[in-house]
């Protein structure tokens, strides 16, 4: 199972961007698909969570500018962020809660990440 992620860069200050994070392997079924992110000097913190029915939760630092969404179909979430901050600066990450297909009739649970995007944004 790999997960993808893309879609960082260097931003101004209230600029846009979209991440996205699509999941292949053998896949059975994902739960929780989740972006956190890491500054320098700083632990990984939370960004945002959404589960397979589309309940979503965020970090009260990016409530009303970032919205997480998915595609079940797709294996794929992602995380539109506007009025970006210069504190949004960091690494990016993806996070599945998943069930990998191992043989027929049985799967096995893990927690898997994306390799990290980095997200700069300019004061």
């Known amino acids: 199972v790999q997960l993808q992620a893309s879609g960082g860069g260097l931003v101004q200050g209230g600029g846009s961007l979209r991440l996205s994070c699509a999941a292949s392997?053998?896949?059975?079924?994902?739960?929780?698909m989740g972006w956190y992110r890491q500054a320098p000097g700083k632990l990984r913190e939370l960004v945002a969570t959404?589960?397979?029915?589309?309940?979503?939760n965020y970090a009260d630092s990016v409530k009303g500018r970032f919205t997480i969404s998915r595609d079940n179909a797709e294996n794929t979430v992602y995380l539109q962020m506007n009025n970006l901050k210069a504190e949004d600066t960091a690494v990016y990450y993806c996070?599945?809660?998943?069930?990998?297909?191992?043989?027929?009739?049985?799967?096995?649970?893990?927690?898997?990440w994306g390799q990290g995007t980095q997200v700069t944004v300019s004061s």
């Open positions: 959404i589960t397979g029915g589309g309940d979503t």
């Open positions: 996070n599945a809660d998943l069930r990998v297909r191992r043989w027929p009739g049985l799967s096995t649970r893990g927690h898997y």
């Open positions: 392997g053998s896949i059975f079924s994902i739960n929780l």
